[in-house]
């Protein structure tokens, strides 16, 4: 990275009392909450922009990814930005930009307009979610630090679930423009705040910005992330799909190699060396994969087995969000007795747990019941690994460089995100097809054919035919417990794989 010599000016900020310290965490968290919420929001609204804009769902699709897309594509180079021109100014000017693209979002005439608003609301994002991290770990001393970052990890894991329920209640009772309320007030309050209360700590350098790197590493997460986007309609074998995660890979190929020749790069992968990145950046990116993953899951489970409103859905989601939020916080506590290594280690099989139970227990006839015990233990274990996993990777890397390794930790965030609804979801879909082949024999192929589609499919189609109708509703909901089953398990071993990864090769430094 940046050598000592290499080194123009720095500031450090001065220390600050308690007071000021919470301060400066509850602005940062407020701007999170608006970024975070905003990702998941726009999806229980799908079916009123569809009609407001006699829109396609491809149309749609593109309303809702545009933003997850750009604020993933940007995460590096703008957190960068922020450690050469100050982490404060390009806090403000991301919140500028986040709440002019919210309110134009909401005033939105086309499916256009909407679509470029979703853009620029990706770029403010970009620049507001690694800055807030990184004016924690660049102010708070070293002994607030972990519970700062806990209370920040509690915001951006459970702060989703919170937006989308949030969303669905102005969706029903409301309209869908209000969606877009929330964060703009939140944006308006940070801003005051950030103003007041956050320092400012940037590095400034005799060496260029790397431009080079940021332009093949925003090539490489777009074709990537847009490829695991598009995997799951268009499938895997799809020349688009191909074409994307190619472009995407060789991009990131030739990043790496540009960045090992840069004297002053974007991401110096020699940190990657640091037990402490590597292993954080694994476990963040495998639980918030797995965690995407099982939402694809019980969604579906809540609306087309249970028969549950969008509204309820979400809410029924809410005690995993709490319990992952509270656990986020109490993860320090936990860590200054046993390490980072081993909290990691206790999060990661809790969360194993929770996909075991969610594998065993769940039944068409089990009800909410039968998934509660598993989200409980799925929500403590992701909220006490995420702290610790988060911590691991900013403490890896020097002060100079917070901007990069939060906007890292986000980046991992999203890519894992993004997998995990690519594979978990291809998995639900394959067990649910090949399981409905064996209970439709008595059914004409056409009917089949549709039913092999998804769970929603089927259960369209079945009151139309009359006497079959209600074995057609009873093997479309065992076939999606069958799917369902099987990325429960899949998962399972893939946080068992976690697990021994994290004993082997976790932070050295077991105890604070």
């Not at 890896?396 to 906007?407: I, K, M, T």
């Not at 004409?444 to 929603?456: D, N, Q």
Request: hydrophobic share 55%; with cysteine; net charge positive.
């Amino acid at each position: 990275m940046i050598t000592n010599k290499e080194k123009q000016e720095t500031y450090v900020p001065v220390e600050h009392n308690s007071r000021q310290l919470r301060a400066i965490l509850v602005t940062v968290c407020i701007a999170l909450m608006a970024v975070i919420a905003s990702v998941s929001g726009l999806n229980v609204a799908q079916p009123n922009l569809a009609i407001e804009f006699k829109a396609s769902q491809n149309t749609v699709l593109w309303m809702i990814n545009i933003y997850t897309i750009s604020l993933a594509a940007l995460l590096l180079p703008l957190g960068a930005l922020g450690d050469r021109l100050g982490r404060r100014p390009i806090l403000l000017a991301g919140l500028i930009i986040f709440g002019i693209a919210n309110l134009a979002a909401g005033i939105s005439t086309s499916s256009a307009m909407i679509i470029v608003a979703r853009l620029l609301s990706g770029i403010g994002a970009a620049m507001i979610m690694p800055i807030t991290l990184a004016v924690i770990t660049s102010t708070f001393p070293s002994e607030e630090r972990s519970k700062a970052i806990g209370i920040w990890t509690a915001v951006a894991g459970g702060g989703g679930i919170i937006g989308m329920y949030l969303s669905a209640v102005l969706v029903d009772y409301a309209n869908w423009r209000w969606l877009f309320v929330l964060p703009i007030v939140l944006v308006i309050v940070s801003f005051i705040m950030a103003l007041r209360f956050i320092p400012n700590s940037f590095e400034k350098t005799i060496h260029r910005f790397d431009f080079g790197g940021s332009i093949l590493s925003v090539i490489g997460i777009i074709g990537i992330v847009y490829a695991l986007h598009e995997a799951p309609s268009l499938g895997w074998t799809e020349p688009f799909v191909l074409v994307n995660l190619v472009v995407g890979l060789l991009s990131i190929f030739g990043f790496m190699l540009w960045e090992l020749r840069q004297k002053a790069p974007l991401l110096d992968l020699k940190f990657f060396s640091k037990r402490g990145l590597s292993s954080g950046s694994v476990s963040l990116l495998v639980v918030f994969g797995v965690q995407a993953g099982i939402f694809v899951v019980l969604f579906p489970y809540f609306q087309a087995v249970l028969g549950w409103s969008g509204l309820r859905a979400t809410f029924g989601m809410m005690p995993m969000a709490i319990l992952m939020m509270l656990a986020s916080g109490l993860a320090p506590k936990l860590s200054s007795h046993i390490g980072n290594r081993f909290t990691m280690a206790v999060g990661i099989i809790l969360f194993g747990v929770g996909l075991t139970l969610l594998a065993t227990l769940v039944s068409v006839d089990g009800g909410y019941l039968s998934v509660l015990p598993g989200m409980l233990a799925m929500g403590l274990g992701m909220g006490i690994s995420m702290t610790p996993s988060t911590e691991a990777i900013t403490s890896a890397l020097p002060a100079e460089n917070q901007g990069v390794a939060s906007a890292l930790n986000d980046l991992t965030r999203e890519l894992g995100t993004a997998l995990g609804v690519a594979l978990l979801g291809a998995f639900v879909t394959a067990g649910y097809s090949n399981a409905i082949d064996n209970r439709l024999h008595e059914f004409p192929s056409k009917i089949t054919s549709i039913a092999r589609e998804g769970i929603v499919t089927a259960l369209e189609i079945a009151p139309n035919l009359g006497s079959q109708s209600n074995m057609l509703i009873i093997a479309a909901k065992e076939s999606f417990i069958i799917g369902w089953q099987q990325a429960m398990w899949i998962g399972t071993v893939v946080m068992a794989v976690l697990l021994i990864y994290i004993l082997v090769m976790g932070p050295k430094t077991d105890k604070k």
